[in-house]
């Protein structure tokens, strides 16, 4: 069984960098057609994707988070890790990672999205002085 | 960028009825490419449906979507308890690769 944990500060200080890591269980990230996403949840409010890496390290970043952040893998230790950097109040959410499924090359007529068919419980970040 | 719209925002119904959540996108989006999720209160959102109208696995089949092009729906035939939620409608951009959630509907009891 596939279980995802987020792990981090619960708190930030603004200007900062805000770091989590996901350690991913029962899986294996060599495995073709998963990628490894990143979304949050602002108090009260919807889903926001914010990026996804691949096993090679390939990333895909929203762009109105790109200039903040960086999303890396760390295979060994089947670990993949978000951070974002000069965060403000307006970065305090709930922090997911999920596993995305998908078939076939990402842009061609063949592609397939099974959904983020995993998700780690969650992890509350505040940022505050 | 492509836009997710979903309505209505709050759906009130009880247990037994059945509830259609629309999702509307500003441009055509693939089938292949839409996904639908449930939250309950303090959980992570839970995959239901992929590929505009394909449960996932071990989600029951009052639950189905459909829908095509720019407008989808999911449909629980008999709502359940366990089933008074927010839905989310997701889509899959392919170039460059990006994900859009839609705003969420949330249903609740009447």
């Known amino acids: 069984q596939v279980q995802l944990q987020e792990t981090g500060p619960g708190l930030v200080r603004p200007s900062q960098t805000l770091s989590l890591t996901c350690t991913v269980s029962g899986a294996s990230f060599t495995s073709s057609g998963f990628y490894w996403s990143w979304i949050r949840q602002h108090p009260g409010q919807g889903l926001e994707w914010i990026g996804f890496?691949?096993?090679?390290?390939?990333?895909h970043y929203s762009s109105s988070l790109q200039s903040r952040l960086s999303i890396s893998i760390d295979t060994s230790k089947n670990q993949f890790s978000l951070r974002l950097n000069s965060v403000t109040a307006a970065d305090t959410a709930v922090y997911y990672c999920?596993?995305?499924?998908?078939?076939?090359?990402?842009?061609?007529?063949?592609?397939?999205?099974?959904?983020?068919?995993?998700w780690g419980q969650g992890t509350t970040v505040t940022v505050s002085s | 960028e492509i836009v997710l719209t979903q309505s209505p925002g709050t759906l009130s119904l009880s247990p037994g009825e059945r509830a259609t959540l629309s999702c509307r996108a500003s441009?055509?989006?693939?089938?292949?490419?839409l996904a639908w999720y449930q939250q309950k209160p303090g959980q992570a959102p839970r995959l239901l449906i992929y590929?505009?109208?394909n449960r996932a696995t071990g989600i029951p089949d009052r639950f189905s979507g459909s829908g095509s092009g720019t407008d989808f729906t999911l449909t629980i035939s008999r709502l359940e308890p366990e089933d008074f939620a927010v839905y989310y409608c997701q889509q899959c951009g392919s170039s460059p690769p990006e994900f859009t959630f839609g705003p969420g509907t949330k249903v609740d009891i009447k």
């Open positions: 999920a596993r995305v499924a998908t078939g076939g090359l990402w842009g061609l007529k063949s592609f397939y999205f099974y959904g983020m068919d995993v």
């Open positions: 441009q055509t989006v693939s089938s292949s490419y």
């Open positions: 890496i691949d096993h090679s390290g390939s990333t």
């Open positions: 590929g505009a109208s």
